[in-house]
């Protein structure tokens, strides 16, 4: 299995259609066995739970379902800090999702440095609207760059 580079806190509240986007979307990584996936379910009452404990008996080296009653966002970050086992830690949201190459790329980094913090650009999402709209947090880093 060996280390894991990075640890993806995910909190997730009624997510059961949207859920499983964002697990195969890691589980595409080429990578993916330097993740750690932590799910923390936030009290669901729709079927996020049973989803999940689908993948974490598929993929219990990277998947790992953790249930706690309802307690909000702040709840569920700290949850995920205190059963991390990455080097890195990261929040996304359940309803979020990764190009997987792009996380590749960002792994492939964090095995060659060590650093405090990465700050990295993003796309957001419209679904009424089916655009993208790309963020540029830090210049010279989008998805067209070669480096």
Request: overall charge negative; charged content about 35%.
């Amino acid at each position: 299995m060996g280390e894991k580079i990075i640890t993806i806190s995910v909190a997730a509240y009624n997510l059961e259609n949207l859920i499983e986007r964002n697990i195969k979307s890691f589980l595409d990584c080429k990578y993916r066995d330097k993740i750690e996936l932590l799910i923390i379910n936030d009290g669901s009452k729709d079927g996020t739970k049973e989803i999940v404990e689908k993948y974490q008996e598929q993929y219990p080296e990277i998947v790992r379902l953790i249930n706690k009653e309802n307690g909000g966002a702040g709840s569920t970050v700290n949850v995920g800090i205190q059963n991390a086992t990455g080097k890195y830690f990261r929040i996304v949201d359940g309803d979020d999702w990764v190009n997987p190459d792009q996380c590749d790329k960002l792994i492939e980094k964090l095995s060659e440095i060590d650093i405090d913090m990465v700050l990295c650009n993003y796309d957001i999402y419209n679904a009424e609207k089916e655009a993208v709209t790309s963020t540029e947090r830090v210049r010279g880093l989008n998805k067209y760059d070669k480096k």
